[in-house]
Structures are given as C-alpha cells and as structure tokens.
C-alpha cells in the first residue's frame, strides 16, 4: 500500500497546474489531502467525485479555507471528523478513515505565521492533540497519521535553521512538542528511510531562490504507531511535483501487506 500525504495549497489551483498528471506519476493507493480549499461542487467536472477513486471530503466551513479529504483505490470506511466525535473541527483540519485494515488520518495542523492570534490557536490545538495522540499510538491497528504538521522538527528539517529560531514552525516548544509524539510511539518514517542528512525537504517558500536552491522545511510527515511501522518498507518525497503544483510536495511511504 502506498500512502502518499499532500498539502496542495488550493486543489482548483492545483488541477490547472498539472495535479492530475503528477498523481499519475506518483502513484499513491491512498491519498492524504490537506488545504483542498474548496468544496467538491465547486471543482471541475469529473474532480467532484474522480473516477477510480473512494473519495471523502472534509472542507472548513469557511469557504476558501483550510479542509482535507482522502482519497482511495479501494474501499473507504469513514471514522469520522476531528479528533473524535466532540470535535466540531469547523476548520476541516482531521479526517479519519480507515482501509483495507490500516487507520489513517489526514491531518492540517494550524499555521502560527500569520501572526500572534493565529499562534494562540496552534498551540491550543497541539495541547488538544498531543493527548489523543498518545492514545491512538498504543493501538494493536496498524495507524498512519500524514499531512502538514507546520512544524519542523529539528535542524535537519529546515535549511535555515538558526535564522528561524524566533520563528512559528522551528519554535523550541514546537520542536519539543514534536519530540513527544515520537516519544509517545510514532515512527517518523521519511526519517527512518532517509537517516540522519540534511532534509529531504517538502515546503519551499515563494521568496528569493529557495524553491530553486532547495531551501525549504519539512513540515509535511507520515507518521507510524508501531503495528504500521512493521510494515514499512521505503519513503519519498516528490521534489518535482511540489514545485509544479504545490508549495508542498507529495510525500510518500509504501508499506508491505
């Protein structure tokens, strides 16, 4: 099964800019959506509902924000929205699901860059999450959690690593907070895959040359609890469809059945 997580930074963009073609390519089983920005009517014919796919959608309720979806080449069971059945998620930012046997959830945590108030509410949802976290990472289910946690967890996550020390996403409680959903049982799996070397990274900001010097975060994550990261077998980040379609790149891991 390949999973593959992909923040698309607005999926009508997104399609004009060549998605379907690089999904194609990539190849996922699964696929994790974050910041689709639109509801499905609003798409382009046959987007709505795409052909050979189980599709879930979860947008925000405000319109031109935020949501996930999921999509799948087999049959989707749907566990619900937000962290559990309390959570009213308004923002869509979790969607769980389960398929052929394994738990995953497509998740967009809160960005603190756009200013004080907005980082106010990131830490909120981290305080709310990390608990749930803990919980879900003891279960004998093979579990993956994927999508952009804007969060990058140590320097080898980030090209410009003291420069960003003051900054939302490389904040030391951040980084701290990050080490204790590993602490808790999950398995960075790009991480694994790739060792202890600078990046892969998979978000690239739009000012000067970082998108064509590669210096960017990785923010984007597939994270295993124990019975998943068994079954884990190679990981990658897909540079070349994230500089054409995205901010973000599509990154994926394969697990053996």
């Known amino acids: ?21 690089h ?11 974050q910041e689709v920005r639109a509801l499905p009517e609003q ?22 924000y935020a949501g996930v979806s999921v999509w799948s080449r087999k049959p989707m069971k ?10 009213e998620d308004p ?7 389960k398929v052929d046997g394994v738990r995953l959830v497509s998740i967009y945590l809160p960005s603190g ?13 981290m305080a709310r999450f990390m608990p749930w976290a803990r919980e879900l990472a003891k279960s004998r289910v093979p579990t993956v959690l994927g999508g952009d946690f804007n969060i990058a967890h140590t320097e080898r996550d980030i090209f410009y690593a003291k420069s960003n020390e003051k900054t939302s996403g490389f904040l030391p409680h951040e980084r701290a907070w990050f080490g204790e959903l590993l602490d808790a049982g999950w ?24 998108r064509a010097l590669d210096r960017g975060w990785r923010i984007d994550y597939l994270l295993a609890n124990r019975a998943a990261a068994k079954r884990f077998e190679a990981a990658e980040i897909d540079r070349e469809a994230g500089l054409a379609v995205s901010d973000h790149a599509p990154v994926s891991v394969d697990l053996v059945d």
């Open 1 to 21: 099964m390949r999973i593959t997580t992909w923040n698309v930074n607005g999926l009508r963009a997104a399609l004009r800019k060549g998605f379907s073609d």
């Open 23 to 33: 999904l194609d390519r990539v190849g996922p089983d699964v696929l994790l959506l």
């Open 43 to 64: 798409l382009p014919m046959p987007w709505a509902a795409p052909e050979g796919w189980d599709v879930h959608w979860h947008p925000a309720q405000k319109k031109g």
């Open 78 to 87: 749907v566990l619900g929205t937000g962290l559990d059945e309390s959570d």
């Open 91 to 97: 923002e869509g930012r979790v969607l769980r699901v």
């Open 113 to 125: 860059s756009s200013g004080d108030h907005r980082q106010v509410e990131k830490e909120k949802w």
């Open 187 to 210: 398995r960075d799996l790009v991480r694994e895959h790739h060792g202890e070397v600078q990046g892969p990274y998979s978000w690239w900001s739009n000012r000067g040359q970082a």
